[in-house]
């Protein structure tokens, strides 16, 4: 397909697992991008990447959030110990690379920690 | 914490009738930009406004950027139930930060 893909889009966990979403980019696209979207809210930056380059990952909430994207196309989100407070709509999103460019969403990753 | 804030968070509103949903910030955004996003999908970028005092329409949609460059809004005329959906604004800013900074949405139905 043409957009981003992520996968799986839903994820049910129990509390203390380690979890990975996945995130197809449109091919060629530069700049990838990682948002959390609670329920009823907009979603928040987590991370940016610029090809394999991890440039801002100052959105992580904790430090069992970890983000790759080792050959600059695929990327991976995992959270480590999952909590309830880390249910939320994954999303992520690419763009060309320049500056002030669209960025285009995927359908995200919803996940549910019981 | 939220920089943008949009208003009213909810509209229910009758076919043929016209609305406005405001985003505001106390920060100076260098574009900002307007998404609709449905239920189960990512947002869909509508609009990106870059200029201050800049207004643009999308067919039934009128979106406007404050001159200051810290606020917008999106008109929706004769809305439609298609209309219906989350509306998000997401700022950039000049600091090099690629990330956007979204507002935490107005949730509009449109009723036939």
């Known amino acids: 397909g043409a957009g981003v893909s992520q996968s799986p889009r839903y994820k049910v966990a129990k509390r203390g697992q380690d979890v990975a979403l996945r995130c197809d980019p449109i091919?060629?696209?530069?700049?990838l991008f990682w948002y959390q979207q609670a329920l009823g809210q907009g979603p928040e930056f987590l991370t940016y990447?610029?090809?394999?380059?991890?440039?801002?990952k100052s959105g992580l909430p904790s430090d069992r959030f970890f983000a790759e994207r080792p050959e600059g196309s695929v990327s991976t989100l995992k959270i480590q110990r999952t909590q309830q407070e880390d249910s939320a709509v994954y999303l992520c999103?690419?763009?060309?690379?320049?500056?002030?460019?669209?960025?285009?969403f995927g359908p995200g990753t919803r996940l549910l920690v019981l | 914490t939220q920089l943008l804030e949009q208003s009213p968070q909810f509209l229910s509103i009758q076919e043929g009738e016209n609305l406005t949903v405001y985003c505001n910030s106390s920060?100076?955004?260098?574009?900002l930009q307007w998404y609709r996003q449905e239920p189960g999908e990512g947002p869909v970028l509508l609009v990106t406004?870059?200029?201050?005092?800049e207004v643009k329409k999308l067919k039934r949609l009128t979106f406007q950027f404050g001159d200051a460059r810290k606020d917008s809004s999106l008109h929706i005329t004769a809305a439609q139930p298609g209309d219906t959906g989350l509306y998000l604004c997401a700022g950039a800013r000049d600091t090099g930060r690629r990330a956007l900074t979204f507002g935490s949405g107005t949730r509009l139905q449109v009723q036939p």
């Open positions: 999103a690419s763009s060309p690379g320049g500056p002030r460019e669209t960025q285009y």
């Open positions: 990447f610029q090809n394999e380059a991890q440039l801002d």
């Open positions: 920060s100076v955004f260098s574009s």
């Open positions: 406004v870059v200029t201050g005092g």
């Open positions: 091919s060629g696209h530069v700049s």
